[in-house]
């Protein structure tokens, strides 16, 4: 990737880049859908990337060329405008959101390229939306604070492209350490790298289906957990002990009940899951994420058949940990622990037991923890 979009710069450009900017896709280990009531994530970044070769301008002009859509986007700081929803919206978005915290841009010319499969769940626009950031902020000389460019990268992406995504994307972009996973407090954005267990390693398994109402089924995921949380005089449901829930819980709708009990117990799950990191146990890790499945598919409604087909295969397979969806669900991928030493056999095994189950081929990726977004060069 990163020979070829040098090439491809000079190609084009006549010398080779002045900045390579490389920003990763994600992976959620476990805690899905309690990021935005501000409780706890485990997601780690991913060996597959947006990529950015790039070099200043000495105007306020930005031109970037993707080779993945072979086109060309151009436009200028000092006048940004909607245009669209094609990739280049991240870019102006982000640039929009620095600007009016008041960060002086520069412009820029330059090449892009990744290999995020996009609209697979695993992040594609957020690691667009950081990838750009990165390059403004280096581009600029600003000093690089990744917390702070995560929660913008959020901004912009709920304004700009309109999407109503939670904090866990940017952050775990932004802050990621290669080898860990990232414990984040999604309230207080404190973040912990914690390794990933000794001899195992995390298989990411695209379904090949993709989330058909998948936005309006998101909002109102959230609107009935901010509901709850309401309900009870609380700030977010991240506030809401098991203790309070349990004494009520007879008192709410089933919906409600349903949605309150996955975000509790997925909270605490993630906490367990994160304490057996640190110890190295990589059974107590995979057992927390098939309850983490259970919980998404019965109380939170977001599985899908191919995503159930999918976590099932996966379980059935030599090596296997532990499985679940995900990210928002309702299509995507889902996630595997697995023994080191069985890595071949499972992916084979799983690959022929998911296309008999659904006729669907599957994309399998055995995933590496990398870094958060960086400068290479
Ligand atoms: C999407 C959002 C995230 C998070 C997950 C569910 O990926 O972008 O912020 O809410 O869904 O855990």
């Known amino acids: 990737m990163k020979s070829r979009l040098v090439e491809e710069f000079t190609r084009r450009l006549g010398r080779p880049p002045a900045l390579l900017i490389r920003s990763p896709g994600r992976v959620n280990l476990i805690g899905e859908h309690t990021d935005y009531n501000d409780g706890f994530v485990l997601p780690m970044a991913i060996d597959r990337a947006v990529w950015i070769a790039l070099r200043p ?107 109503r995504c939670g904090i866990m994307d940017p952050m775990v972009c932004g802050c990621a350490r290669a080898g860990h996973a990232l414990f984040l407090d999604c309230r207080s954005l404190e973040a912990a790298a914690v390794p990933l267990p000794p001899a195992t390693v995390v298989a990411v398994l695209d379904t090949t ?81 098939n309850a983490s499945h259970e919980s998404l598919r019965e109380d939170f409604e977001v599985s899908s058949p191919e995503l159930d087909a999918m976590v099932e295969c996966a379980r059935a397979a030599p090596g296997c940990l532990g499985a679940r969806m995900t990210g928002a669900g309702f299509g995507g991928c889902a996630v595997a622990l697995v023994r080191a030493g069985a890595a071949e056999e499972f992916f084979a095994f799983v690959a022929a037991a998911y296309c008999r189950r659904t006729c669907l081929k599957p994309q399998l990726y055995l995933c590496r923890a990398a870094n958060g977004a960086e400068v290479i060069a």
């Open 209 to 289: 289906t993709r989330r058909g109402l998948a936005d309006s089924a998101y909002n109102e995921r959230r609107a009935q957990c901010e509901a709850v949380a309401k309900l009870f005089g609380q700030r977010a449901l991240r506030d809401l002990t098991e203790a309070m829930f349990q004494e009520f819980a007879a008192q709410l709708d089933t919906v409600s009940r349903r949605r309150a009990r996955h975000v509790i117990t997925e909270n605490s799950r993630t906490v367990q899951a994160a304490d057996a990191m640190r110890q190295g146990d990589a059974e107590e890790l995979g057992r927390l994420m």
């Open 57 to 163: 301008r000495p105007d306020a002009h930005v031109r970037v060329h993707s080779l993945d859509f072979c086109q060309t986007a151009e436009f200028d700081l000092g006048c940004l405008q909607k245009g669209g929803s094609g990739w280049a919206e991240y870019l102006k978005g982000v640039a929009a959101a620095m600007q009016e915290d008041g960060f002086p841009l520069r412009g820029w010319e330059g090449v892009l390229s990744g290999d995020v499969p996009i609209g697979a769940g695993l992040s594609s626009s957020a690691a667009l939306e950081m990838a750009a950031a990165r390059a403004f902020a280096a581009v600029a000389g600003l000093p690089w604070e990744a917390a702070g460019m995560a929660r913008l990268c959020q901004r912009a992406e709920n304004r700009w492209v309109g999407v």
